[in-house]
């Protein structure tokens, strides 16, 4: 049994102890996981028996690619007639009920669940974006490979910058260097992100105060940005000596994104901010410590929370004011922001196999974001470090 | 009256003309195009009187960039009676009757809907993706000099990749150079789309074969892309010598796309790829010349495929065999799949300030495409072009 094939039968397993009939995928990104194939069309997963991807172009693509059988969809309009014939005792067996299907309601837009309710009158709709969610967060050694490659090429990347970084060169252009060494490592162009209007390329550079000013970004540090339709990550704004520059970036190669932040100076920093930026590295060791199968995740951000706070740093953690986030990491897979979430009410506790990007950053209006982020994927001892770039304040 | 309370002037007409009540507007690029601000929130606009962007995050960004009244958003689950609170009358004038308030039902989630349903239920939501879309397509003279500004900018990147490009170079080595190349002047680094699970990062090149693979992307030539991930766009292929290249590209300066193809050869073109391209460029003069006020959007495509089959090209245009696709052009602005669409059941008729992308192209499988594109205003009298670069067969 390949991935694609274990992947589904984990989900099946799931929609039975849901008492759920089937899944009806369409999101890129849960397609490409569940099939091994990025065509557009309709992945139905049955709780049971085969599952059948319904393509809608390019057929022959996904034919080549998918691990699951693939259908031409054909004409939408008779889509329901022709699940109805492929799948003939399921819909058969619900002919006295409705049938109950789940949809990634996080990801699929209205339009999309109207036009299925038309041609599928006869289901109700539940949100699977848990469920599907849920199975992602656990990474198969095949993933953590391919995020490890990820970390590779995201650090020859940093190093190729830091030995460009010059005064004065511009935040946009310091993020264009990175960008093209990763692109032509094989970065995809962006990191994708499952979250309603969030974006990102690869990541984000802030220098000083523009690394402080608050965004949209659902982030610690969204940055300046280039104008009010870009309004985040690297701005035009030149970087200057002996001020904080925070360099928050990633990739995503061969599908797979990672997740790495450094803090660098050319020249020194200020006491107080080396000192926050001193705090964040012991923050991130102190949790190191607890990243072991069976921890809760809220405890995680609770633990960093008391460790700032007992810093005397809280109002600069994770944010500045009205605009703190209240998160220390987050899951990273085949998108950015994945479970689980390091965050109050998230009471996953660690299991082998999730990869976590954890970041604690402090904020100071006006001067700068300092902190550090590494991804770490759980096993079953404790964690494999899968950024490495070198830590500590980088001094140039 | 700046641009922005202009735009919600003209949508709060049309709201009215429809009998909807008013307009809950969330996705990042609407928030823009109605507010100048991108950052996160909701954009109420009641069918009368003043229009009030709620803001999450962030409020003091938004505060700087909006030209609509910023209030912060505070608890969702008590938005409904802010809402109601704030707009007293209206949702009196409702007491006896649900209000029906219109939404982007073509890009919200369902799970985003469902919670504006859970804190607003005397609403009735209707799809207000049209009314939006509608509005979006003519553009303003200033929207105009932005795209004008990104084929610029696209020019200079294009003309600095053929000086640079060599046989044997990668698709993706080129496309890096054109994605350096307009990321330091400025490209927000994607193209924004609005259909679902659609991305564009900088365009696609394609040569020879990888350009004529079928995709899942709704366009003519989708390219081989990286790998299964990322199956769109530029590949590892070499590009050599005597075989067409396909460069299919644009960048987003300030919020504002532009869309432009030439193709490209090292060498010279087999004698029915040539004629390929020039009937491209056949096309392409005969659209233009009808490109006037009052023109029917779907009477250019026709023409277009009658023109195409009159050539004996007809199972190579747009696509080959099932993966034609039916269009002959888009609109562009904020995104790139914009109105209005050069396609069957498109009966709009061409009106000044739209802005449409019009992309004749021949497929040959196994071999390589061929084409133009160019984006053009169209004026009163006729049209702007858009796109700067030189055109005709670019033999290097």
């Not at 490890?148 to 460009?164: P, Q, S, T, Y």
């Not at 999730?354 to 209006?365: N, Q, R, W």
């Not at 300092?370 to 304040?393: H, M, P, Q, W």
């Amino acid at each position: 049994m390949n991935e694609h094939t274990e992947r589904v039968r984990r989900l099946q397993e799931r929609l039975l102890q849901l008492q759920i009939d089937g899944c009806m995928i369409t999101q890129n990104v849960d397609l490409y996981y569940f099939t091994g194939s990025m065509q557009t069309g309709y992945l139905f997963v049955p709780n049971e028996g085969e599952a059948v991807f319904f393509v809608r172009r390019s057929v022959v693509r996904a034919e080549q690619e998918s691990s699951i059988t693939v259908e031409s969809l054909g004409s939408f309009r008779s889509f329901g007639e022709r699940l109805a014939d492929v799948y003939r005792s399921l819909f058969h067996a619900a002919h006295s009920r409705n049938l109950r299907l789940a949809a990634e309601f996080d990801v699929l837009p209205v339009q999309q669940l109207k036009r299925l309710e038309a041609v599928l009158p006869q289901v109700d709709w539940v949100d699977g974006s848990l469920l599907i969610r849920e199975l992602r967060m656990i990474k198969s050694a095949a993933e953590i490979g391919y995020i490890r490659e990820a970390g590779r090429v995201i650090n020859l990347a940093f190093e190729d910058a830091l030995d460009k970084l010059r005064p004065g060169m511009l935040e946009l252009e310091l993020m264009s260097h990175i960008e093209t060494y990763v692109r032509r490592a094989g970065h995809i162009g962006i990191m994708r992100m499952r979250g309603y209007n969030q974006e990102v390329i690869t990541g984000m550079i802030g220098a000083g105060e523009a690394a402080a000013m608050p965004t949209y970004f659902d982030g610690p540090a969204g940055g300046q940005g280039l104008s009010p339709a870009s309004p985040q990550s690297a701005s035009r704004r030149p970087i200057a000596a002996n001020e904080p520059i925070l360099i928050d970036i990633g990739c995503c190669i061969d599908g797979y994104v990672i997740d790495q932040t450094r803090t660098v100076v050319i020249g020194t920093l200020a006491e107080d901010l080396l000192q926050a930026y001193e705090h964040s590295e012991q923050i991130i060791r102190s949790v190191e410590s607890k990243l072991l199968p069976g921890t809760v995740c809220e405890q995680l951000y609770m633990h960093s929370l008391q460790m700032a706070y007992t810093a005397g740093l809280s109002d600069h953690y994770m944010g500045y004011g009205d605009d703190q986030v209240k998160f220390l990491g987050h899951g990273i897979g085949l998108e950015i922001d994945e479970l689980p979430v390091l965050a109050k009410g998230f009471s996953y506790r660690l299991q082998p196999g999730m990869v976590i990007a954890i970041e604690p950053k402090f904020t100071f209006p006006q001067r700068g974001v300092v902190g550090i982020e590494n991804s770490y994927a759980i096993t079953d001892t404790g964690f494999e470090k899968l950024t490495v770039s070198r830590e500590g304040l980088i001094q140039l």
